[in-house]
């Protein structure tokens, strides 16, 4: 029985003395390799193992260490639980070096704090190796590699050749903008409407005349110099006359005649109409109503019986012989051209 108690003793202690020496800090530092060429750079790392609960301060490395050691950049330091109540605590710098030869770096002191004491923790030391390449000094320094000759892409062109479409674009358009201002030309012109046959135009201004009832609201004067404009504007267009700067008696002098399209009802509805807008406007005179619808009617007549006929309803309405006559006339041509 008391062999067994002095076991369980032993047990005990030993247990003891495991968690005492895994609850231990310690601190280390490390490279990724022990030499480097001259100018590069290489990655080392501090870590410090600690009970959770203590406080461990990273040294506050400078941008260079002794032996000619400089710190390029740092990392953020990194905390972690690694388990039986311990944290670690780790952080990248990287260093180089422009000194050939060995270079010994640390150690490194970490401060610690804990509820029970103070103290100070020591890294192991550390030696990187630096490397020259071999110089021949016949021929002088090299380079270690050749430059690469990268192809140039289209992304990389790109820009430059937009940039000159650009500037042609601008050009050009100063260019032309020049031109057509030398030429007293608008810079932009609107494309021109396809213009309305003489009888559409002529027809809708009555359709409007006859809505606006001018006669019957007391306007006669307004209502036969509207209507003798419409009249006169269309003889100018249909017939190619200057029908506007011409008197009544001009305007029937060239259309009186055998040989004109206007003649017999049309002939006397015309002059009818324009002898009866001069009294109006220049005698004072009041026509009747009936006189009014008779001059509007007038118009209609003159304008839808002189109208142009389209060219297949003219070919219809031709007489057989006129037909016979004009494929004999063609036919005829048509010989006499071949005839040397």
């Known amino acids: 029985m008391l062999r067994l108690k002095y076991i369980l003793l032993f047990l005990v202690s030993l247990t003891s003395l495991g968690l005492a020496h895994a609850q231990q800090p310690k601190v280390s530092a490390s490279l990724e390799r022990d030499s480097i060429w001259l100018g590069d750079q290489i990655k080392m790392i501090l870590v410090a193992e600690y009970p959770a609960g203590s406080n461990f301060t990273f040294p506050a490395l400078k941008d260079s260490l002794p032996n000619g050691v400089e710190i390029i ?14 944290m670690q605590m780790r952080q990248g ?31 192991n030391s550390l030696k990187i190796f630096v490397k020259v390449p071999n110089v021949d000094l016949k021929k002088g320094f090299t380079d270690i590699k050749k430059p690469y000759g990268a192809p140039v892409t289209f992304k990389e062109i790109a820009p430059w050749i937009l ?32 213009k309305l046959p003489p009888h559409v135009i ?34 100018e267009e249909r017939y190619e006359v200057p029908a506007m700067e011409q008197t009544t008696h001009e305007i ?19 002059q009818k109409t324009l002898n009866t807008s001069d ?18 009617v007038q118009a209609y007549n003159l304008v839808e019986e002189t109208k142009p ?20 006339d063609n036919t005829g041509a048509n010989e006499t051209e071949k005839q040397p």
Do not use: C
């Open 252 to 270: 029937l002098a060239e259309f009186k005649g055998d040989n004109s399209q206007i003649k017999g009802k049309l002939f006397t509805g015309l």
């Open 202 to 235: 002529a027809l809708g201004e009555l359709d409007k005349l006859k809505e606006e009832q001018l006669w019957q609201h007391d306007k006669v004067k307004d209502y036969y110099t509207r209507l003798t404009d419409i009249i006169r504007v269309y003889l």
């Open 309 to 328: 006929e389209p060219v297949e309803a003219a070919k219809k309405q031709m007489p057989k012989e006129a037909e016979a006559e004009i494929a004999v």
């Open 73 to 86: 950049s740092k990392s953020k330091i990194d905390s972690s639980k690694i388990g039986d109540g311990m």
């Open 93 to 123: 710098y990287i260093i180089t070096a422009f000194d050939s030869g060995p270079h010994p770096i640390g150690p490194f002191v970490f401060a610690m704090h804990s509820a029970i004491a103070k103290d100070s923790l020591k890294t």
């Open 279 to 296: 009294l109006v406007k220049f005698a004072k005179y009041t026509p009747l109503a009936d006189e009014n619808h008779f001059v509007l």
């Open 163 to 194: 940039g000159i479409i650009l500037i042609a674009t601008i050009v050009f358009f100063i260019l032309y903008a020049i031109n057509r201002r030398r030429k007293n030309i608008p810079l932009f012109t609107l494309p021109v409407k396809p």
